[in-house]
């Protein structure tokens, strides 16, 4: 039976929420995809409410076996974060198991989930694929967009900023809110995504020319990578393998060096280091008419990404000296969200109508029923 109800007033305060798995450090794909984008917004001044999930409980869904993978690397992402600039004073930083009210919200979304819808899904295809589960998938990790919905509509936010492969995340968030919203009226938000500004950005490739960084895959670049590291790394990066002679014409579509050196360097970095090219559309017509090896292309990004890593690394160091800190930091971030989380939860209810001890109209109905 479909309820009627007059529309609410909800709030429309200008909220952030998104976050990242804890199942290893974060790497440069993270940084450029979100990580990047939600300090400058932090500091913007734009948003109300800015809520940084490290999401454990979702981590869980493929890790059941492992819970002290996801344990170890809480402190990590924690860590990565304060490096990059995210500031507890700004942005409020917690755990998703902390925050218990996200489990039933997500329980009372699944009804409004149909299976085939799920399976739909391209980024839940792409995830099961990658990691080989095919009929053995967990329950929990097949229903995980219905829990990231539950992340998203508890804090009501309003923009999501995350990479290119979370938009059909937040189609099925939208879905969800809609449908809750048409039977039991006006409570939740829709959300809107924010994808990263720089088209290279969307989604960066491995440095072995995979479509995706991956920690299990070997090719990622941590944003904790020592300089030394860093230069290894980049001296194996994939080019393009047509380019044998320095005099040979090169490719930069395809070509890895070229798509971080969209993703990462200005013109100001040529002045610095490269003071023969006024801008990457020079260095890249190079290229391709011949006459620049890779080398020297590889020897430029490097120092690109030891100016954007560099402090970041040094900012790290500084945390990890006082470890009770930043778990203090998440401790009290927790509260918060819960507090936030609590508040929504009771309205679903509410809406729901199964707040059976707190709708003293409900009661009083009940009384009149079988006087």
Known sequence: MLYLHARKKIDMSKIILTGDRPTGKLHIGHYVGSLRRRVELQNSGEFDKIFIMIADAQALTDNA??????????????????????????????????VPELTELAFYYMNLVT???????????????????????????????????????AFKATTV?????????????????RRFNGIYGETLVEPKILLP???????????????????????????SEEATEL??????????????????????????VFTYLDAF????????????????DELKA?????????????????????????????????FEKDIPYVYNVLREGSLKAREVAAQTLNEVRAAMKIDYFDNQDWINEQVAKFQ
């Open 65 to 98: 076996d492992n819970p002290e993978k996801v344990r170890q690397n809480i402190i990590e992402v924690a860590l990565d974060y304060l490096a990059c600039g995210l500031d507890p004073a700004k942005s409020t930083l917690f755990i998703q198991s902390q």
């Open 115 to 153: 299976v085939s819808r799920l399976q739909r899904n391209p980024t839940v295809k792409t995830e099961i694929q990658m990691r080989n589960f095919e009929t053995s998938i967990p329950v929990g990790f097949f229903t995980y967009p219905i829990s990231q919905a539950a992340d998203i509509t």
């Open 161 to 177: 900023p995350v990479g290119e492969d979370q938009a059909p995340m937040i189609e099925q968030t939208n879905e969800i809110v």
């Open 197 to 223: 500004q720089n088209a290279a950005c969307l989604r960066l490739p491995g440095i072995d020319g995979k479509a995706k960084m991956s920690k299990s895959l070997g090719n990622c670049i941590y944003l």
């Open 231 to 256: 230069a290894k790394k980049v001296k194996v990066m994939y080019t393009d393998p047509g380019h044998l002679r320095v005099e040979d014409p090169g490719k930069v579509e395809g070509n890895v």
């Open 265 to 280: 360097c200005t013109d100001e970095h040529f002045k610095s280091y490269w003071p023969d090219y006024a801008n990457l």
């Open 286 to 318: 190079h290229y391709r008419r011949g006459g620049l090896g890779d080398v020297k292309c590889k020897k430029f990004l490097t120092a690109v990404l030891e100016e954007v890593l560099g402090p970041i690394r040094a900012r790290r160091k500084e």
